[in-house]
């Protein structure tokens, strides 16, 4: 799984980039052998009315078809990314089939003989 980072509008640091990575990787590890590539891109909105807010973008390319994309806004950088990458793991789910609750209980692992 490849990971591309962009930011526009303001100077990200390299703790930012560092972090939005960290939380890709972690939040999608479970499909990550089905992502082929995953863009991060953080823009500072440009409203108003926006008081400092920033959209984070994420795109997966590799999951289904054309690839899936989410877009959410937060008042830090890292609460949108936050937001974005549980809303694409929950998309992702989803997509593929594995919404449903899973239990351990159930894999051949878990199980004893009686």
Do not use: K
Request: glycine letters at 10%; charged letters at 25%; hydrophobic letters at 40%.
């Amino acid at each position: 799984m490849r990971i591309w980072f962009s930011a526009t509008g303001h100077n990200p640091s390299a703790g930012l980039q560092s972090y939005a990575v960290r939380r890709v990787r972690f939040g999608l590890a479970r499909f990550s052998h089905q992502i082929d590539l995953v863009r991060i891109s953080l823009v500072e909105i440009n409203r108003p009315q926006a008081d400092g807010r920033v959209q984070c973008r994420i795109e997966l390319r590799g999951v289904v078809g054309n690839g899936l994309a989410v877009s959410t806004e937060g008042a830090h950088p890292s609460a949108a990314i936050d937001e974005a990458v549980d809303r694409m793991r929950r998309r992702v789910a989803v997509e593929l089939g594995r919404a449903g609750p899973r239990t351990g209980l159930s894999s051949p692992r878990h199980h004893r003989p009686r």
